[in-house]
């Protein structure tokens, strides 16, 4: 069964890696202290997807961060990923698990109590809760949930929870204090002059305020 920690999960953004390879910025941030990567990118299509991943996926070889695509799963198939994270507008989890298979991991998004409640931990192994703030990487959003919305989210869920949406350092101890495991961030990383430094420092901050653990799919 595959292993994953959500602590701290870069999601990369093509656009805000433009100074740098999508490569060369996860190297560097899983050497800051990344452990997950998610390949997401909405206009490259799954041919673009492929080659983007399969590089990536050569990247974190042997590393033992797992490489999650967004939404393509015949990308994600294709390239061998280690994961795949669809969101409520996407394929349906249940049929995204058949088509995966037990062996990789599966994440969704979700932005309400009810959404969260939904979730079936025999199909879904993680759950990506947010947006906790207005981001510009992501101009589609829904809504902001807020701290206090990210927490009623976080109890409601059958399943480890990552908190994403305009996170940065500063907001680790309340994230951490909501219950979520960890954050998914972007621009906190991409971007950055140094992202091995700006992995570092977040990593740094959520060591301080715990210690990082493991989850390992587990099946009822």
């Not at 990536?56 to 961060?65: I, Q, Y």
């Not at 981001?135 to 927490?151: A, V, Y």
């Not at 949406?165 to 971007?191: N, R």
């Amino acid at each position: 069964m595959k292993a994953f920690e959500l602590s701290l999960y870069l999601v990369l953004d093509p656009n805000l890696c433009r100074s740098r390879s999508l490569v060369e910025t996860a190297r560097a941030a899983v050497a800051g202290g990344v452990t997950m990567v998610q390949l997401r990118d909405k206009i490259a299509g799954t041919t673009g997807l492929v080659a983007a991943g399969r590089a990536l996926m050569d990247a974190l070889a042997g590393t033992g961060v797992p490489l999650i695509v967004n939404d393509d799963l015949d990308a994600a198939l294709t390239i061998n990923a280690d994961g795949l994270h669809v969101g409520q507008d996407d394929m349906p989890a249940d049929e995204a698990r058949h088509r995966l298979g037990r062996g990789k991991i599966l994440g969704l998004s979700v932005e309400t109590e009810a959404a969260a409640q939904a979730v079936d931990p025999s199909v879904v192994d993680y759950v990506g809760i947010g947006p906790v703030f207005a981001t510009p990487t992501k101009p589609d959003h829904k809504p902001p949930i807020g701290l206090d919305g990210l927490t009623r989210i976080v109890a409601t869920s059958a399943v480890p929870a990552v908190a994403i949406g305009g996170l940065k350092a500063a907001h680790v101890p309340s994230i951490l204090a909501s219950g979520a495991y960890g954050l998914a961030v972007v621009s906190a990383i991409c971007g950055q002059p140094d992202p091995k430094a700006a992995a570092h420092a977040l990593r740094m901050a959520i060591g301080n305020e715990r210690s990082g653990k493991q989850f390992r799919r587990g099946r009822r």
